[in-house]
C-alpha cells in the first residue's frame, strides 16, 4: 500500500498551494482528487496512526497504515481527513480558524484557533472534536498562541486586551491551564512570550515558567521601545514566586537542558565606540550591544559540545539575535 499526498506547486514564497490533494491507492489502482474550495496555507499530520471508517479505504489497506491530516484553507476554513486525503470532511463551517497546532508531546491531541474567545480541541487523534472558552482573543503580536507541556492537560495561552478602538492601553496576557482549557489563571500582563520551564529533556520544576514581560506595564504595547526594557522573569509554584533572570532581553530559547538567552547591554569601549562580548562561540559579532548567555536553570555555564551539537546550536543562536540585527 501507498499512499501519495500532493498539494502541487507552491506560489512564490506566500506557503499556498492549489487546492488539490491526491491520493494513489496502489493495491486497487485507484486515484482520488479532491478540489478544496479555496488554497491551502496550512497542513499537517497527526504523528499517530488512526482509523479509517470509509468502506472502500478500509476494504483495500491496511488500517495501521493510515493517517489523519488537517488542513486549513485560505477563507479560514478547516478540514480533516482521516483515511490520507481520500475523502474530506469540514469542520464548523460557520466557525473562521486561524490556525491549528497539534500538541507537542501528545500526538492525538490538536487545537484550532478561532477568531473570538474559543479553541476547537481533540483528545483522540479528531475522531471528536469539543470547544472551550478562553480568557482572551488570540494575539496580533506575532507570537504562539499556545504553549505546551509534558502534562498533556497543562497549557499557556497568550491573548490580546484592549486593543479594540484607539487600543490606548492594547497588550498581549498570558494565562495558563491545568484542565486543557477548561479553565483559566492569569500569569502577567504587558508579554512577549511565556513558556513552560519544563519539556522533554529539561527536567526542571513542571511548575515553572518564563516569562518575557515588560517592565512598564502601560500604553499601547505596540509602540513600545527600546526605553522599555524587556525582562525576563522565572516563575515558579505557576508564577507566584518570580525572579528576574535579566533586565533586558532579546528572546530565549531552549537547546538539549540548556536555556539560551540574548541580553542587551550598553557596552563602550575606553574610547567610546560599542563592544561586543560573548561567552558562546560560534555567534555573530554584527550586534555589538549584544550579549550572550548560556544558562543551565540559574548557572552560567561553558558550552561544551561536539561539533554536530554546535552547529545545531549556532542556528539557535542566530535564529533568537535576529531581531538585534537592526538596532
Given at each position: 500500500?501507498?499512499?501519495?499526498?500532493?498539494p502541487?506547486?507552491?506560489?512564490?514564497?506566500?506557503?499556498?498551494?492549489?487546492?488539490?490533494?491526491?491520493?494513489?491507492?496502489?493495491?486497487?489502482?485507484?486515484?482520488?482528487?479532491?478540489?478544496?474550495?479555496?488554497?491551502?496555507?496550512?497542513?499537517a499530520?497527526?504523528?499517530?496512526?488512526?482509523?479509517?471508517?470509509?468502506?472502500?479505504?478500509s476494504?483495500?489497506?491496511s488500517?495501521?497504515?493510515?493517517?489523519?491530516?488537517?488542513v486549513?484553507?485560505?477563507?479560514?476554513?478547516?478540514?480533516?481527513?482521516?483515511?490520507?486525503?481520500?475523502?474530506?470532511?469540514?469542520?464548523?463551517?460557520?466557525?473562521?480558524?486561524?490556525?491549528?497546532?497539534?500538541?507537542?508531546?501528545?500526538?492525538?491531541?490538536?487545537?484550532?484557533?478561532?477568531?473570538?474567545?474559543?479553541?476547537?480541541?481533540?483528545?483522540?487523534?479528531?475522531?471528536?472534536w469539543?470547544?472551550?472558552?478562553?480568557?482572551?482573543?488570540?494575539?496580533?503580536?506575532?507570537?504562539?498562541?499556545?504553549?505546551?507541556?509534558?502534562?498533556?492537560?497543562?497549557?499557556?495561552?497568550?491573548?490580546?486586551?484592549?486593543?479594540?478602538?484607539?487600543?490606548?492601553?492594547?497588550?498581549?496576557?498570558?494565562?495558563?491551564?491545568?484542565?486543557?482549557?477548561r479553565?483559566?489563571?492569569?500569569?502577567?500582563?504587558?508579554?512577549?512570550n511565556?513558556?513552560?520551564?519544563?519539556?522533554?529533556?529539561?527536567?526542571t520544576?513542571?511548575?515553572?515558567?518564563?516569562?518575557?514581560?515588560?517592565?512598564?506595564?502601560?500604553?499601547?504595547?505596540?509602540?513600545?521601545?527600546?526605553?522599555n526594557?524587556?525582562?525576563?522573569?522565572?516563575?515558579?509554584?505557576?508564577?507566584?514566586?518570580?525572579?528576574?533572570?535579566?533586565?533586558?532581553?532579546?528572546?530565549?530559547?531552549?537547546?538539549?537542558e540548556?536555556?539560551?538567552?540574548?541580553?542587551?547591554r550598553?557596552?563602550?569601549?575606553?574610547?567610546?565606540?560599542?563592544?561586543?562580548?560573548?561567552?558562546?562561540?560560534?555567534?555573530?559579532?554584527?550586534?555589538?550591544?549584544?550579549?550572550?548567555?548560556?544558562?543551565?536553570?540559574?548557572?552560567?555555564?561553558?558550552?561544551?559540545c561536539?561539533?554536530r551539537?554546535?552547529?545545531?546550536?549556532?542556528?539557535?543562536?542566530?535564529?533568537?539575535?535576529?531581531?538585534?540585527?537592526?538596532?
Open positions: 500500500m501507498f499512499f501519495q499526498h500532493n502541487l506547486r507552491e506560489k512564490s514564497n506566500t506557503k499556498r498551494w492549489e487546492a488539490h490533494w491526491w491520493s494513489i491507492i496502489m493495491s486497487g489502482l485507484t486515484a482520488v482528487q479532491f478540489e478544496f474550495p479555496s488554497s491551502v496555507v496550512q497542513f499530520y497527526f504523528n499517530q496512526s488512526t482509523v479509517s471508517s470509509h468502506p472502500d479505504v476494504r483495500i489497506v488500517l495501521k497504515w493510515i493517517q489523519t491530516i488537517l486549513r484553507l485560505a477563507d479560514y476554513s478547516l478540514w480533516q481527513s482521516s483515511n490520507e486525503g481520500y475523502s474530506w470532511v469540514q469542520h464548523f463551517p460557520e466557525e473562521p480558524f486561524l490556525a491549528f497546532y497539534h500538541h507537542k508531546y501528545t500526538p492525538d491531541r490538536a487545537y484550532a484557533i478561532t477568531a473570538g474567545k474559543r479553541i476547537l480541541y481533540t483528545t483522540n487523534t479528531g475522531r471528536s469539543h470547544f472551550a472558552e478562553t480568557p482572551t482573543i488570540p494575539n496580533t503580536f506575532g507570537q504562539a498562541v499556545l504553549h505546551f507541556h509534558p502534562e498533556s492537560d497543562y497549557l499557556i495561552w497568550t491573548g490580546e486586551d484592549g486593543c479594540s478602538g484607539r487600543g490606548e492601553n492594547c497588550h498581549a496576557e498570558a494565562h495558563y491551564s491545568r484542565d486543557n482549557g479553565t483559566w489563571k492569569l500569569l502577567d500582563t504587558y508579554i512577549r511565556c513558556a513552560w520551564a519544563r519539556d522533554a529533556t529539561l527536567f520544576d513542571p511548575s515553572e515558567i518564563i516569562c518575557e514581560s515588560y517592565r512598564d506595564k502601560t500604553g499601547n504595547q505596540k509602540l513600545f521601545q527600546l526605553n526594557p524587556l525582562e525576563l522573569i522565572e516563575g515558579t509554584d505557576y508564577f507566584r514566586k518570580k525572579k528576574k533572570l535579566f533586565d533586558h532581553v532579546v528572546g530565549f530559547a531552549k537547546f538539549s540548556y536555556l539560551i538567552v540574548a541580553e542587551v550598553d557596552l563602550f569601549s575606553p574610547a567610546g565606540t560599542p563592544t561586543y562580548r560573548s561567552n558562546l562561540s560560534s555567534t555573530s559579532n554584527r550586534n555589538n550591544r549584544l550579549i550572550s548567555r548560556c544558562l543551565w536553570m540559574e548557572r552560567t555555564l561553558q558550552l561544551a561536539s561539533h551539537q554546535c552547529d545545531s546550536f549556532s542556528t539557535l543562536v542566530h535564529s533568537i539575535l535576529r531581531p538585534m540585527t537592526d538596532l
